[in-house]
């Protein structure tokens, strides 16, 4: 009976080329969701079907839930254009879908204005079609419990109830890219799928002081990595593993202990700038929140900014602990997050950190190393992997570095390679 699932793109107020490439990338999204060969889609005006062909609706609808750029969808039943064909597969789909008493109301878009009958002469004869010969239905206009909604187009007309939310926002690639900077933590997990919802496509960039801190510290970065990947395109993100340590060793040598952390966060944004840079992606993007710690106050932040060439984005920038983690319960990063291994910014950090740092000093403390030496020395030893859902590896050897466990095959290749 329900033989397509219609798809309603989220944020259309886009005009002109840029709504072409949001409808053009968004069913190409989608079309990489859809792993069955049965499925098909239709494409019309404004919307999309999925063409089930027997396929699982429930199992189609929960693939779709991780595409961004779908507003909603709803499980229709196509029929003909033309009144003894409406009322038929109405009841068929009542008959189907209702098991109890219920209130009814029939509701009626006519988008294809040739149709002969008017949307409210539709209704009422699809109700006086079907009530009597339902006795679990009950008329009710103004309140009713179960709404069969009839939509006439151009291409065909539709039986559907209900609706199903899906993500909103923008499907991802058709705003372009920006760079990650993930942590183990909560906050850039959600800051990760947040950006992915405004149609960014994210690469992650993750710095690991291993031994200065556990390699399972890198562990919960591939697997919050390959949680964000159901929402990404293809399925994958890549995700490059920056080995901080000797960076990480100078501050702490070098740098009066209260500008540790802000030269740590502007080291990070430095480096993440010049891969940017390589992969010519335009943005940054962390999970920093205003104020929730002492090196992000808008001074710490303004002073990590100069460190950076390009824009850096911070989606939960004006929110709450709480709201974060409402969404990192929804998109399943917080019980990866939680787990207790400490990563860089946790370790040594100092008894009393500025809070309202300088440019000045910042600039002066980090002119006592050859912090630039650091980074391109550690730049030829990053690690880029691959991570798409359900790689199911592990770096659970402790010890030693990223680059040796892929070297040593201790990452295996198929799913999850290094490039
Ligand atoms: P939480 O605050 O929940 O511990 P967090 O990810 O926000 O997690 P913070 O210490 O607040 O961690 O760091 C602020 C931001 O700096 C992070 O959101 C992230 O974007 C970036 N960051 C911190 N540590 C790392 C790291 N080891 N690798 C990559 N980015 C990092
Ligand atoms: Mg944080």
Redesign the pocket.
């Known amino acids: 009976m329900i033989d397509r699932i219609l798809v309603r793109y989220g944020d259309l107020t886009l005009k002109g080329r840029n709504k072409k490439r949001f409808i053009d990338t968004a069913v190409q999204r989608v079309q990489e969701k859809m792993t069955s060969e049965r499925i098909t889609l239709e494409r019309a005006h404004d919307r999309l079907y999925v063409r089930l062909n027997g396929e699982d609706p429930a199992k189609v609808v929960r693939d779709l839930k991780t595409v961004s750029g779908l507003r909603s969808f709803s499980l229709v039943h196509k029929v003909e254009k033309d009144m003894d064909a409406l009322k038929k597969g109405a009841l068929d789909l009542l008959q189907e879908e209702i098991d109890a008493p219920t209130t009814f109301k029939v509701e009626t878009k006519r988008a294809d204005k040739s149709f002969p009958l008017t949307s409210p002469e539709i209704s009422k004869e699809i109700a006086g079609h079907v009530i009597p010969r339902m006795s679990l239905l009950e008329a009710d206009v103004h309140n009713p419990a179960y709404t069969l909604n009839v939509e006439i187009r151009a291409e065909g007309a539709y039986l559907y109830c209900g609706k199903v939310e899906g993500l909103g926002g923008y499907p991802v690639g058709s705003m372009g890219k920006g760079l ?10 959600v ?1 990760g799928f947040l950006s992915q919802r405004k149609g960014i496509e994210t690469e992650h ?4 002081s291993t031994p200065m801190t556990p390699i399972e ?1 890198v562990d919960k ?1 591939i697997e919050l990595t390959e949680r964000l990947a159901t929402y990404a395109k293809k399925n994958r993100i890549l995700l490059h593993i920056f080995p ?1 340590f000797s960076l990480h060793e100078a501050i702490l040598q070098n740098v009066p202990e209260p500008y540790h952390i802000a030269i740590l ?1 502007r080291m ?1 944004v430095r480096v993440a700038d010049n891969v940017a840079s390589q992969r010519r992606i335009p943005v940054l ?5 205003v104020g ?2 002492a ?2 106050t808008l001074t710490s932040l303004h002073v990590t900014d100069h460190a950076a060439t390009r824009p850096i984005l911070r989606p939960l920038a004006t929110y709450d602990k709480e709201e974060i983690i409402r969404i990192a319960e929804r998109i399943k990063t917080f019980e990866i ?1 939680i787990r207790p291994y400490e ?4 370790v040594y950090v100092p008894k009393s950190p500025v809070t309202n740092p300088r440019d000045y000093y910042a600039k002066r403390y980090e002119g006592l190393f050859d912090y630039q030496g650091l980074i391109d020395e550690a730049l030829r030893n990053m690690v880029t992997l691959t991570v798409g859902k359900k790689s199911g590896i592990r770096l659970s050897t402790s010890g030693f570095s990223v680059k040796e466990a892929v070297e040593e095959g201790g990452i295996p290749h198929d799913r999850f390679f290094a490039e």
């Open positions: 990650m900077l993930l942590s183990g933590g909560i906050d850039s997990a800051a960039i993750h710095f690991e510290s970065a901080l966060r990070m993007i962390t999970g920093e929140s929730q710690v090196s992000q997050s990563d860089c910014c946790q």
